[in-house]
């Protein structure tokens, strides 16, 4: 007779493959943040992420005449892997009663975690850290008009307007859900039942001068009373052409992959699984990045 056990329903290495798919789905940073693998099998936690100065533009040379090289210069930012750990435990009658399906439910719970965790520190970087540094070559670009107003299209459109673009380029702005109700009440606001399947975003509701708006409440806030602020960040999520090479704005540095362990304890009857990620997240091009500073209104 086929006896049924504990180790064939929870297996450690398809829990791990099921797990990395499921994160790979729910990180809203995904469409516009790279996946690097490259640090897979290599020594050391820590990695340095090179901005490089642009060369300038081509110059006119006469016939016979030699072209003066240009030097390319970098400047550059050291980011430090993490790990993201969760675990759960499952007893024999929670598995073997099969009654919601546990071993499911701890494969996506444990999947789901870990991918906050991962939008969490994506949304630190293109914020906090991104706010608080001095960025390399002055690239980095922040819309906090003197008097400070609520979201509106003006306050977005002076907010683009500063990636200076020549061909305009998809991008997406994150808000907090308390500024939904604003931007959807502005006339120029476009919601995304009005453009049929054509959301790229997740969570996606509409768009407002040329940018894709997904709201989160992981967007964050900066000072106290009537001069708090929302920090908006507007992120592209394409080139704009003017250069072949496309570097993302965001890359998350994968040290290793999703990686998933069982322990049993006897007594108890009980097994614990326990899920991990080696990875960092880095901001890999700051001119793909505005902060817009929008004030945190009374009612909001």
Do not use: W
């Amino acid at each position: 007779m086929a006896v049924t056990k504990i180790s064939d329903l929870i297996n450690p290495q398809v829990m791990a493959d099921m797990i990395a798919g499921k994160i790979s789905k729910k990180v809203v940073v995904t469409p516009f943040a790279n996946i690097d693998n490259t640090l897979q099998g290599k020594a050391g936690d820590t990695i340095t992420v090179p901005v490089f100065d642009y060369i300038g533009d081509a110059e006119d040379v006469a016939e016979g005449v030699e072209c003066t090289p240009a030097k390319l210069t970098a400047t550059s930012a050291q980011y430090t892997v993490k790990k993201a750990m969760k675990a759960v435990t499952l007893t024999d009658e929670a598995v073997l009663s099969g009654y919601g399906d546990p071993v499911g439910q701890a494969t996506g719970q444990v999947a789901k975690a870990i991918a906050s965790k991962a939008d969490g520190d994506a949304m630190d970087v293109i914020t906090t850290e991104y706010n608080a540094s001095t960025a390399p070559n002055g690239v980095k670009l922040i819309y906090a008009p003197a008097s400070a107003s609520a979201i509106t299209y003006a306050h977005i459109v002076n907010a683009v307007d500063l990636f200076d673009e020549e061909v305009q380029s998809e991008k997406v702005l994150f808000i907090h859900p308390k500024q939904v109700t604003q931007l959807r009440l502005d006339p120029d606001f476009i919601n995304a039942d009005k453009y049929n399947n054509e959301v790229m975003m997740k969570g996606e509701i509409g768009m407002v001068a040329g940018c894709r708006v997904v709201p989160s409440k992981r967007v964050k806030t900066s000072g106290t009373g009537t001069s708090a602020l929302y920090l908006n960040p507007i992120v592209k999520l394409t080139n704009d052409e003017e250069t072949e090479e496309d570097i993302s704005a965001l890359t998350i540095y994968l040290k290793r992959d999703v990686n998933v362990e069982t322990e049993r304890h006897t007594l108890s009857r009980t097994t614990d699984i326990s899920a991990d990620e080696l990875y960092c997240v880095a901001l890999t091009d700051q001119s793909k990045v505005v902060l817009m500073k929008s004030l945190v209104t009374p009612s909001a």
